[in-house]
């Protein structure tokens, strides 16, 4: 077959297309390669805000609440008490608490007088601290210092016992007349609370450690005096920090 030669008119407008293309690739790389730097916007026309208010920060619209249960056996304790557990939440936070003795619980809530963010967190800390079985002036270091946590666990979290091998256990870890018991909370800075198979340690993230460490090698069945003398080293390494 035989091909028809292409007009001159169609070719004409067919370079004429290509040339306005090209045309239209170079605008499109002059309006994305801007060399002028005076068009580009200044670097320091941002706005300055001037820093917020501690007031700002809390909510003032709505209270936040919070409430913490008390067990069967700690009302009494707690109804002993109450005037040394509200006065530190309502003088140091500035909390309004109250005692619902029906629902068996102590409510807090913030208020205007409260100026920390983080208060409501610490008042619960604080009452919860008193249901485990601490005593309320070890509790209350709860308020006062930043760096105090609890700490829970259970003996069988660490070996599953029974009957009389988990009653010698919970001895090991009291001692006669509770004498383990204080050695270890002299010797790491906590406090510690053994109610049935449950333990509650309160102190510094450091010295938790140390504690729950000793506990868990008596529960392991390591005899006390063992116990005893890696408690010595711990304690003469954290005397010497201190100097």
Do not use: C
Request: proline share 6%; glycine share 6%; charged share 25%.
């Amino acid at each position: 077959m035989h091909e028809e030669p292409i007009s001159s008119e169609v070719a004409e407008a067919a370079q004429a297309a290509v040339l306005e293309e090209d045309n239209g690739n170079a605008d499109d790389d002059e309006l994305m390669i801007d060399s002028d730097p005076s068009s580009l916007p200044a670097q320091n026309a941002a706005p300055s805000f001037p820093p917020l208010p501690a007031s700002a920060q809390r909510s003032t619209l709505k209270s936040e609440t919070r409430r913490i249960p008390i067990p069967p056996h700690r009302m009494t304790p707690l109804k002993k008490d109450w005037v040394n557990i509200f006065g530190p939440l309502t003088e140091i936070l500035g909390l309004q608490v109250r005692m619902n003795v029906q629902r068996k619980a102590v409510e807090i809530r913030t208020s205007k007088h409260t100026k920390e963010v983080g208060a409501l967190q610490k008042g619960a800390d604080f009452v919860k601290s008193f249901a485990l079985g601490f005593d309320v002036n070890d509790a209350i270091a709860l308020l006062r210092l930043d760096d105090l946590y609890l700490d829970s666990f259970e003996i069988k979290d660490v070996k599953t016992l029974h009957g009389d091998h988990l009653s010698r256990a919970i001895g090991r870890i009291a001692g006669q007349d509770g004498k383990t018991k204080f050695t270890i909370e002299n010797a790491s800075r906590t406090r510690i609370v053994l109610a049935d198979t449950k333990i509650h340690i309160l102190g510094s993230f450091q010295n938790i450690k140390i504690a729950r460490d000793a506990i868990v090698s008596l529960i392991l069945g390591s005899p006390p005096g063992k116990v005893y003398a890696g408690l010595r080293t711990v304690s003469s390494r954290m005397r010497q920090r201190a100097l």
